[in-house]
C-alpha cells in the first residue's frame, strides 16, 4: 500500500505562480513512476504531467509546456509541480499519482491512461483568479 500526501495548493491570480508536493511512502526501496492530473468542476479528470522513476524522462500535456514543470527528490519518492503563469483555465484539484511499478514504463504514448496509475492522492485545490 502506498500512502501520498499532497501539499501546496491554493488561491493565486492570473500570472501567478504555485508549486505543489506529493510525498508517496509505503514502498520502501522502490522509486516510482509519478504524475498529476486534475479535475476542473464539470469536465473530466485530465494528464498534466508526469515524471519517470528515475527522472530522466518528463511529460506534459500541450495545454500546460513551458508553463509547469515536474521534478523529483533525487532518492525519495516526492515530486513537485512548479507552476507559472497560470491562468484561470488551470482552476482545478489537483491529483498526484503513482504509477505501479509492474505496468508498462512510462512513455509519450501511455502516460497519460488512467490505468497505469494504481494510486491517487486525495487532489488539492488550485484557483487561479482573473
Known amino acids: 500500500q502506498v500512502h501520498m500526501v499532497e501539499s501546496g495548493g491554493g488561491l493565486v491570480q492570473a500570472g501567478g505562480s504555485l508549486r505543489l508536493s506529493c510525498a508517496a511512502s509505503?514502498?520502501?526501496?522502490?522509486?516510482?513512476?509519478m504524475g498529476w492530473f486534475r479535475q476542473a468542476p464539470g469536465k473530466e479528470r485530465e494528464f498534466v504531467c508526469a515524471?519517470?522513476?528515475?527522472?530522466?524522462?518528463?511529460f506534459y500535456a500541450d495545454s500546460v509546456k513551458g508553463r509547469f514543470t515536474i521534478s523529483r527528490d533525487g532518492v525519495q519518492n516526492t515530486i513537485y509541480l512548479q507552476m507559472n503563469s497560470l491562468t484561470p483555465e488551470d482552476t482545478a484539484v489537483y491529483y498526484c499519482?503513482?504509477?505501479?511499478?509492474?505496468?508498462?514504463?512510462?512513455?509519450?504514448?501511455?502516460?497519460?491512461?488512467?490505468?497505469?496509475?494504481?494510486?491517487w492522492g486525495q487532489g488539492t485545490q488550485v484557483t487561479v483568479s482573473s
Open positions: 499519482a503513482v504509477a505501479s511499478p509492474y505496468g508498462p514504463a512510462l512513455t509519450s504514448s501511455n502516460v497519460a491512461s488512467y490505468n497505469l496509475y494504481d494510486y
Open positions: 509505503g514502498r520502501a526501496g522502490s522509486r516510482l513512476s
Open positions: 515524471i519517470t522513476w528515475s527522472g530522466a524522462n518528463t
